[in-house]
Structure formats: C-alpha cells, structure tokens
C-alpha cells in the first residue's frame, strides 16, 4: 500500500505565492516518478506538473513559467512551488503517484486565490 498526504494548501491574494507538499509512505520508492493534478469546482480533475525519477519535469501549459515541482528523494516528498497566483489555480491539488499497475491519490489540499 502506498500512502500521500498533501498539505500547505491555502487562501492567497492574487500575485502570492503557495508551497505545497506530498509525503509519500509505503510500498514506494523515493524515486517513483510523481504527478500533481488539480480540481476546480464544476471541471474535471486536470494535469498541473510531473517530475520522473530521473527529475525530469513537465507541466501543463497553463502553469508553465509559475510553478515549479520539485522533489527531496531523502524525505520521499514532492513539492509544488507556485507563483504568481491567479484567481483560476483555485482548486483542490492532488498529489498522484503511479506503482506499478496501480495509481494512487492523496485526500488533496485546497488553493484558493482571491482577486
């Protein structure tokens, strides 16, 4: 079984920064490649940013230049790092980690970001 727990969500002004976390436990290699997606409400749940083993990173287009995700492999924990905030990366973030032929999601943390 694999456990992720997401925190540092928040509510922020617009132009703010949020750093969010992931602690990842169980049956998952600190390398195991990572994924954050997010959820406004009425959309479906959407892809914001990625980084494999190796730390490669990718990101959705909409977020491309403001956030960063990152890893610490001796923490077993993945971060997002989001800056200039805008009204619309309000969402509910979920940290998703694939293992094997499973997917697994964490209970994820709010972001609101007021105008």
């Known amino acids: 079984q694999v456990q992720l727990v997401e925190s540092g969500g928040g509510l922020v002004q617009a132009g703010g920064s949020l750093r969010l976390s992931c602690a990842a436990s169980g049956s998952i290699s600190s390398t195991n490649p990572m994924r954050w997606h997010r959820q406004a409400p009425g959309q479906q749940r959407a892809f914001v940013a990625a980084i494999t083993s190796g730390g490669t990173t990718n990101y959705a287009d909409s977020v491309k230049g403001r956030f960063t995700i990152s890893r610490d492999n001796a923490k077993n924990t993945v971060y997002l790092q989001m800056n200039s905030l805008k009204p619309e990366d309000t969402a509910v973030y979920y940290c998703?980690?694939?293992?094997?032929?499973?997917?697994?999601w964490g209970q994820g943390t709010q972001v609101t970001v007021s105008s």
């Open positions: 998703n980690a694939p293992v094997m032929w499973n997917d697994y």
